[in-house]
């Protein structure tokens, strides 16, 4: 089962969404639909359970649509995020919140449930993505989804991994470095996650290419990590700019296709 936002202070056009949401997904999927008449009340309720898919309103009376995606984005930064609005274009400030699509709710109906079918598509994706085992101060097993993950540090006959911020308050993790361990070794741990956006630029790391904030053909630095610079080898160069180029043309389609 999916669960499905939408937040949207007019009850009509949240009423058409749902009813767009199921026809697109023809019963492929087991949805289970929440309305929130507010950013307020969306922010509320990601306190206690997580979402698959959420459609926001810009427009709405108090908290404004990118106001609620940002604080959205400090507590989860993995959920698939749809902009449903009328007649607001997209600001820059809103595309750094990563939205998977801007929807305007005026545009006709074969391209508007192209988009939602395109939303139904990656949230499926996300949700079938594989999850990992890793253990926070030897008592407490974490389930990661490789999103949770910024990058994975070669250590004994083991892996340190290294978690997003949003990861980090999501699994109550209080450490300095939001380190925590998996028993596989750092090879095994690649091909799990080399489908899902990770580069292998050393022997040393993985790093997750959503969190890639500055790249030369030496080093990098990865978001929440700033301090640190992840050096690329001539032995792991050319694979690792593939799947960077790979990785950013498939973001920058997403973004072109908004």
């Not at 988009?115 to 949230?123: F, G, P, R, S």
């Not at 253990?135 to 990661?144: A, G, I």
């Not at 993950?149 to 949003?166: A, N």
């Not at 470095?177 to 990770?198: H, Q, S, T, V, W």
Request: glycine share 6%; aromatic share 10%; hydrophobic share 35%.
């Amino acid at each position: 089962m999916y669960d499905i936002a939408i937040v949207d202070d007019s009850a009509v056009d949240s009423e058409l969404l749902r009813k767009a949401i199921i026809k697109v997904s023809n019963n492929k999927f087991i949805l289970r639909f929440h309305k929130y008449n507010s950013g307020e009340e969306l922010l509320e309720a990601v306190n206690c359970m997580q979402f698959a898919l959420i459609f926001l309103d810009i427009q709405m009376d108090g908290m404004d649509g990118q106001k609620t995606a940002q604080k959205l984005r400090r507590v989860d930064d993995s959920v698939v995020l749809a902009f449903y609005t009328g007649k607001v274009e997209p600001s820059p400030e809103a595309f750094i919140v990563q939205p998977y699509r801007y929807i305007k709710k005026g545009m006709a109906e074969e391209e508007k449930e192209g988009y939602i079918y395109d939303c139904l598509m990656k949230m499926e994706e996300l949700g079938n993505a594989p999850t990992l085992t890793a253990k926070y101060e030897n008592r407490m097993q974490l389930c990661l989804k490789p999103d949770d993950i910024v990058y994975l540090e070669k250590h004994r006959r083991g892996t340190r991994i290294y978690l997003s911020g949003s990861a980090r308050k999501k699994y109550g993790i209080d450490n300095k470095d939001g380190m925590i361990r998996a028993a596989e070794k750092m090879n095994e741990m690649y091909e799990i996650l080399k489908p899902c956006g990770f580069g292998y630029p050393h022997d040393s790391y993985l790093i997750n290419f959503k969190y890639l904030l500055r790249c030369t053909r030496e080093e990098l630095v990865l978001e929440g990590y700033e301090d640190i610079l992840f050096k690329i080898t001539r032995g792991k160069a050319l694979e690792f700019n593939q799947l960077k180029t790979q990785f950013m043309g498939e973001k920058f389609k997403r973004r072109t296709r908004k």
